[in-house]
């Protein structure tokens, strides 16, 4: 069951005229790793981060992640299973690979936890965010200001314009189910026409639980019904559903002098939909350029061309599973199927997995931010609803 913690009624007092020198809009995981980083940079900065819901409340995603970024942002305890192998299921067979890396799936409100943990002085408070004039960002508890703002909200981009609006934007839509069930050991995909013509449907299983879902990449089809069958069809009850939208192609870096970080800025990979690791790598490179103009290495407009730059040079890379994920849709099942059993070559497999992870890479995370010339406490009060910091 979901657990309100949001603050409503009379807590929800005015925050008109709060000023930070950080305001991070949207607290799940772009938003939390951006904080995050702000405090092992131990800069000497006020980070405010609000969201419309309290800290981990609301589950966004399936959470399979490749299991180095788990131990990379120091969230090992929110794992739930580690799965070995991945498998990609055809009306003409199954195709089985042993990836260079696996795959683990964790609770969400567990992980958003650890991450809060690591924030240091970050307060927090729940807020709707609604735009942002200059410096100022205008929520539904009144305008606050910072110099530094980062829209972390999600496929809206919220701070930026034009706002995006399904189904014409360039948005998957995703569903999926959460039975209580222990059955399955890999992450596998189904690629069937008959349940969703262009995407696809997962099976994570997350110890004691499964998390079944479907995809489309065309904004215009549901994917309530695709979700449904493919829950009937490995027998697991369609239960506590969950979804959203998320971007398929990457889009600005900033919006004016606004950072924004995951998909915000349509860092969710195309063809696979996955969006967790490149809102912790992005909101990571984000979180060191804020730090480095709070310390004064960088002026804000060179920490935003430097953020751009980085946010550019993968761009590529997001192109090419674009590629991808037009083409995969357009092959015959046949054609499919045969190219999955030949893929499955341990050689080729470690190469085509080994560049994916490559795109996002955990060791970004391992690297050591610069140390900020200025530490210190902050000594405000914390906002509420925070989950505690152990
Ligand atoms: C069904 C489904 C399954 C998925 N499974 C996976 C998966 O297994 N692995 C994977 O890597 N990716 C998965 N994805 C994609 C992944 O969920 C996203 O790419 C990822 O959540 C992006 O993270 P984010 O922090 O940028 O945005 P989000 O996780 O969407 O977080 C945005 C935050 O902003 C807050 N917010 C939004 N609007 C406002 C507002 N106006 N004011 C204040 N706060 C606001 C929200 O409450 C939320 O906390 C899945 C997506 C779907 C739909």
């Not at 131990?42 to 609000?50: K, M, Q, S, Y």
């Not at 965010?129 to 910072?146: I, K, N, P, Y």
């Not at 994570?204 to 079944?212: H, K, L, M, S």
């Amino acid at each position: 069951m979901t657990v309100r913690a949001t603050t409503r009624g009379e807590e929800r007092t005015s925050l008109d005229g709060a000023r930070a020198d950080v305001i991070v809009c949207g607290a799940s995981f772009a938003g939390l790793a951006v904080a995050r980083e702000l405090a092992r940079a131990g800069v000497d900065a006020d980070v405010l981060v609000l969201d419309r819901y309290a800290i981990g409340e609301r589950a966004t995603s399936a959470c399979a992640i490749p299991t180095p970024w788990l131990a990379a942002m120091g969230v090992e305890g929110a794992a739930r299973q580690e799965l070995p192998g991945m498998a990609f299921v055809t009306p003409h067979g199954r195709a089985r690979y042993r990836l260079p890396w696996t795959w683990s799936s964790f609770d969400y409100r567990e992980l958003c936890a650890l991450l809060w943990e690591q924030c240091g002085t970050a307060r927090f408070a729940t807020a709707v965010v609604h735009g942002r004039t200059g410096d100022t960002v205008h929520t539904d508890r009144g305008d606050l200001t910072a110099p530094l703002v980062v829209d972390a909200c999600g496929w809206r981009r919220i701070l930026g314009a034009p706002h995006v609006q399904p189904p014409d934007a360039a948005l998957s839509r995703g569903l999926e189910v959460h039975p209580h069930d222990t059955g399955g050991t890999d992450l596998d995909v189904y690629l069937q026409r008959d349940l969703v013509r262009r995407g696809y449907g997962w099976s994570v299983p997350a110890a004691g639980e499964r998390r079944v879902g479907t995809l489309s990449y065309d904004p215009h089809d549901h994917v309530k019904e695709p979700t449904r069958a493919l829950a009937d069809r490995l027998d697991v009850e369609a239960v506590r559903y969950q979804g959203n939208w998320f971007p398929h192609r990457l889009r600005e870096a900033t919006a004016g002098d606004a950072f924004l970080v995951g998909d915000s800025a349509g860092h969710c990979f195309p063809l696979s939909g996955e969006g967790i690791r490149t809102a912790f790598y992005f909101g990571i490179a984000c979180g060191r350029e804020l730090a480095a103009v709070l310390d004064g290495r960088r002026t804000r407009g060179q920490a935003l061309a430097r953020y751009t730059a980085f946010h550019e040079s993968h761009r590529p890379a997001f192109r090419r599973a674009a590629r991808l994920q037009r083409l995969i849709p357009a092959l015959p099942p046949r054609v499919l199927a045969l190219l999955l059993r030949m893929m499955g070559v341990q050689f080729l497999v470690d190469r085509a997995f080994g560049w994916y992870l490559q795109q996002a890479h955990p060791s970004l995370a391992a690297a050591p931010p610069a140390p900020s010339q200025h530490p210190r406490t902050h000594d405000g009060p914390p906002f509420e609803h925070a989950p505690s910091r152990r």
